[in-house]
Structure formats: C-alpha cells, structure tokens
T-cell receptor, first 112, second 114 residues
Framework: LAKTTQPISMDSYEGQEVNITCSHN???????ITWYQQFPSQGPRFIIQ?????VTNEVASLFIPADRKSSTLSLPRVSLSDTAVYYC?????????????WGAGTKLIIKP | DVKVTQSSRYLVKRTGEKVFLECVQD?????MFWYRQDPGLGLRLIYF???????EKGDIPEGYSVSREKKERFSLILESASTNQTSMYLC?????????????FGPGTRLTVT
C-alpha cells in the first residue's frame, strides 16, 4: 500500500522557483500522482496530475522519475499568492484497490 | 463555473446528537467523496460514491454513514456524534472514468462536537 511523505513546511522568496518533493515508495502500477493546493478556509484545488516523466501546465510542472517512487512539483517564479498548503495524492489504480493516499501536506510560505 | 456546496461552514453539536452534513454539486459528476481533514494528517477518505445509491467505504468509515439518493447530492451522517469527530469535513466530486481524476472540493464544514 502506497504511503506518501512530503516535507511539513518550506519557505522561499518571490520570483524563485520552488520544488516540493513527495516520496511514495510503494506506488502501484496503475496509480496516478496528483497535486493539490489549499488556501485557508477553502477546499483543495487541483494543480496537476501525471503518471510518468514530465507534465507541464500553465501553473506548474510535475517531474516523475522512471521508478515512480517520488515526484516533484515545480512552481516557477512564485509570488506571495502561492503561499498555501500543497498536497501530494497517490492512488486510484486497480492494483491498489482504488485507494487514495494523501500526504500530510507541505505548508509553503513565500516571502517578499 | 463548477461548484460544490456544503450546507454549513460551521456547525456545533452535542455529544450523542445525530448530525447531517449535506453536499451538492452542479457538474453532473458520478463520483462524490467525503473526507475529514485534521492537522498533520492531511485528508482521510470516509466514504465515496460512484453512482446513485452506491457507496464504498474509505479509510475511516467507523461512526459515519452516507446517503446518495440523487446524483447531485451526497450526505454524510454521524449517527451519534462524539468529540473525536470534531474536524473539518470536505466534500468533493469528480468525473469518471477514474476515481483519481481531478476532484472538485467544497469549502468545508468545520464541525465541533462538545
């Protein structure tokens, strides 16, 4: 059964690139990796999803190595509004009985 | 604009009360989820439903039940509320085919059981 581990907190400065890594050693063959962003008093919001290699959209990139035991969310040129909690989610595949395993979240603080 | 709404933002109940949390989505999604969120534990799945009247237990179903009589509505029921059920409750919905497809979340209900 996959377990996801991510840093509790990180901080960075405006304009920097931020990389948040999630470890998921027991990821199953059919599992996808998804990242969500959550602001205070709101529900999480989908950022990006991938299965392997690299995925990029208008807000982030997701890097997944060949062994898929970790993944890295990359936020380019962050701003103060990127201060939030970021969650890694693994699972949903048939081999893991469709379970969804959420990380405990990484609190990202962006400083001016 | 897609929307998931939850009946209350804040709720205070007494131990032993029966509690209903309602969730409505307007996206015609088949999948709906109930989570609880506690500091340091992330999100934990209580129940999910992949169709009307269908439900599956998540990781922590004990002390909870659910009801889905209409596609757009998914209710979480605490049969006899206890203090350890004080938490933030989040509802979400998603479109098939996969359970891990992008989920849309409501704003959450902060439940306090005294």
């Amino acid at each position: 059964l996959a377990k996801t581990t991510q840093p509790i907190s990180m901080d960075s400065y405006e304009g920097q690139e931020v990389n948040i890594t999630c470890s998921h050693n027991n990821i199953a063959t059919n599992d996808y990796i998804t990242w969500y962003q959550q602001f205070p008093s709101q529900g999480p919001r989908f950022i990006i999803q991938g299965y392997k290699t690299k995925v990029t959209n208008e807000v982030a990139s997701l890097f997944i190595p060949a062994d898929r035991k970790s993944s890295t969310l990359s936020l380019p040129r962050v701003s103060l509004s990127d201060t939030a909690v970021y969650y890694c989610l693994v699972g949903g595949g048939m081999d893991s009985n469709y379970q969804l395993i959420w990380g405990a979240g990484t609190k990202l603080i962006i400083k001016p | 604009d897609v929307k998931v709404t939850q009946s209350s933002r804040y709720l205070v109940k007494r131990t032993g009360e029966k509690v209903f949390l309602e969730c409505v989505q307007d996206m015609d999604h088949e999948n709906m989820f109930w989570y609880r969120q506690d500091p340091g534990l992330g999100l934990r799945l209580i129940y999910f439903s992949y169709d009307v009247k269908m439900k599956e237990k998540g990781d922590i179903p004990e002390g909870y039940s659910v009801s889905r009589e209409k596609k757009e509505r998914f209710s979480l029921i605490l049969e006899s509320a206890s203090t350890n059920q004080t938490s933030m409750y989040l509802c979400a919905s998603s479109h098939p085919p996969s359970i891990n497809y992008e989920q849309y979340f409501g704003p959450g209900t902060r439940l306090t059981v005294t």
